[in-house]
């Protein structure tokens, strides 16, 4: 991934961040306003990333919105064979699903997220996927 697309994406996280919890919406509205051009232009180029969809979608109140941004940088990430996002972003999208009682859709995006999560170093991650997991199979 380009290293300054990398850093201004976490730099507008950052800012979102403090917006939100300031309850700054202006501010808030803006930097995600410039998050999503950054995304938009960089829309299937050499600079496009999943990190940049995953992090717009983090910050999308309408979760169906918010859901079709992940498949978005799902997509992205199965191009690279990238299994942190393939990982990070189905259980994103798991969660939403659980929240809007989808809890079929919660499954199947989480046993994709489990396979993925096999090549990956992050125990944390690994475990909220098979803990989720667990919990809505009822197992």
Known sequence: MNTKIYKEVLSLAKVLMTCANK??????????QTLLRLCEENDGTDKDHPVQWETLADFTDDLEQAIALY???????????AKDYLSSIGFSVAQLKVELGDNA???AYLEQAKIHSNKIIDKELKADIHDLLKALKGV
């Open 105 to 107: 859709g919660a499954i």
């Open 23 to 32: 309850k700054d919406q202006v501010g808030f509205d803006a930097s995600y």
């Open 71 to 81: 498949d978005k940088a799902l997509a992205k990430a199965t191009a690279i064979n």
